[in-house]
Protein backbone atom coordinates (compact mmCIF):
# COMPACT_ATOMS: atom_id res chain seq x y z
CA UNK A 1 0.00 0.00 0.00
CA UNK A 2 1.53 3.15 -1.22
CA UNK A 3 1.20 6.69 1.03
CA UNK A 4 -1.70 7.96 -0.90
CA UNK A 5 -3.50 4.82 -0.09
CA UNK A 6 -2.76 4.84 3.70
CA UNK A 7 -4.17 8.91 3.29
CA UNK A 8 -7.23 7.99 1.69
CA UNK A 9 -8.06 5.20 4.01
CA UNK A 10 -7.26 7.09 6.86
CA UNK A 11 -9.50 10.10 5.57
CA UNK A 12 -12.60 8.02 4.83
CA UNK A 13 -12.02 6.94 8.55
CA UNK A 14 -12.08 10.59 10.04
CA UNK A 15 -14.71 11.11 8.20
CA UNK A 16 -16.77 7.71 8.91
CA UNK A 17 -15.78 8.85 12.72
CA UNK A 18 -16.80 12.50 12.18
CA UNK A 19 -20.29 11.46 11.00
CA UNK A 20 -20.77 8.11 13.37
CA UNK A 21 -23.73 10.16 15.34
CA UNK A 22 -26.05 7.46 15.76
CA UNK A 23 -23.68 4.33 16.66
CA UNK A 24 -20.35 5.96 17.28
CA UNK A 25 -16.63 4.79 15.96
CA UNK A 26 -14.48 4.16 18.21
CA UNK A 27 -10.75 4.63 17.15
CA UNK A 28 -9.09 1.47 16.46
CA UNK A 29 -5.60 2.25 17.77
CA UNK A 30 -3.50 5.02 19.25
CA UNK A 31 -2.18 6.13 16.14
CA UNK A 32 -5.93 6.49 14.98
CA UNK A 33 -7.35 8.49 17.72
CA UNK A 34 -4.17 10.71 17.51
CA UNK A 35 -5.27 11.02 14.20
CA UNK A 36 -8.99 11.90 14.95
CA UNK A 37 -7.79 14.16 17.63
CA UNK A 38 -5.52 16.23 15.38
CA UNK A 39 -8.52 16.42 12.51
CA UNK A 40 -10.34 18.03 15.07
CA UNK A 41 -8.31 20.27 16.19
CA UNK A 42 -7.88 21.67 12.11
CA UNK A 43 -11.58 21.55 11.49
CA UNK A 44 -13.09 23.36 14.45
CA UNK A 45 -13.63 26.50 12.79
CA UNK A 46 -15.21 24.52 9.92
CA UNK A 47 -17.00 21.81 11.22
CA UNK A 48 -18.00 22.24 14.58
CA UNK A 49 -20.48 19.48 15.32
CA UNK A 50 -18.25 16.85 13.14
CA UNK A 51 -14.97 17.85 15.06
CA UNK A 52 -16.90 17.57 18.57
CA UNK A 53 -17.79 13.81 17.22
CA UNK A 54 -14.17 13.40 16.18
CA UNK A 55 -13.00 14.58 19.49
CA UNK A 56 -15.81 12.17 21.45
CA UNK A 57 -13.69 9.55 19.29
CA UNK A 58 -10.26 10.04 20.33
CA UNK A 59 -11.24 11.20 23.71
CA UNK A 60 -13.12 7.44 24.33
CA UNK A 61 -10.03 5.82 23.21
CA UNK A 62 -7.70 7.45 25.53
CA UNK A 63 -9.97 7.12 28.40
CA UNK A 64 -9.01 3.76 28.38
CA UNK A 65 -5.05 4.23 27.22
CA UNK A 66 -3.96 7.31 28.18
CA UNK A 67 -0.90 6.70 27.98
CA UNK A 68 -0.97 7.00 24.38
CA UNK A 69 -2.26 10.53 23.69
CA UNK A 70 0.80 12.08 21.77
CA UNK A 71 1.68 15.69 21.04
CA UNK A 72 0.68 17.08 17.75
CA UNK A 73 3.74 17.51 16.45
CA UNK A 74 4.70 13.86 16.86
CA UNK A 75 1.38 12.74 15.55
CA UNK A 76 2.96 14.64 12.05
CA UNK A 77 6.71 12.74 12.33
CA UNK A 78 4.80 9.81 12.47
CA UNK A 79 4.07 10.22 8.58
CA UNK A 80 -0.10 9.84 8.58
CA UNK A 81 -0.29 13.50 8.84
CA UNK A 82 1.79 15.44 5.67
CA UNK A 83 0.65 18.71 7.02
CA UNK A 84 -2.29 20.16 8.58
CA UNK A 85 -3.17 22.41 5.70
CA UNK A 86 -3.10 19.37 3.48
CA UNK A 87 -5.30 17.88 6.14
CA UNK A 88 -7.77 20.75 6.32
CA UNK A 89 -8.20 20.93 2.54
CA UNK A 90 -8.39 17.33 2.10
CA UNK A 91 -11.40 16.58 5.00
CA UNK A 92 -13.05 19.88 4.03
CA UNK A 93 -13.59 18.68 0.55
CA UNK A 94 -14.44 14.91 1.67
CA UNK A 95 -17.15 16.33 4.86
CA UNK A 96 -18.76 18.69 1.92
CA UNK A 97 -19.11 15.67 -0.56
CA UNK A 98 -20.61 13.34 2.19
CA UNK A 99 -22.95 16.19 3.28
CA UNK A 100 -24.21 15.85 -0.36
Sequence with gaps: MNPRDREAIMLDR??????????????ENGREANIFRVAAMVMQSSFPFECKTLMACADRYFAANPDELAPVVNVIH????????????S?????NAAAR
Excluded: E, Y
Design 14 to 27: CVLAARSVDVPIDA
Design 78 to 89: QGDIISLPRLRN
Design 91 to 95: LTRKL
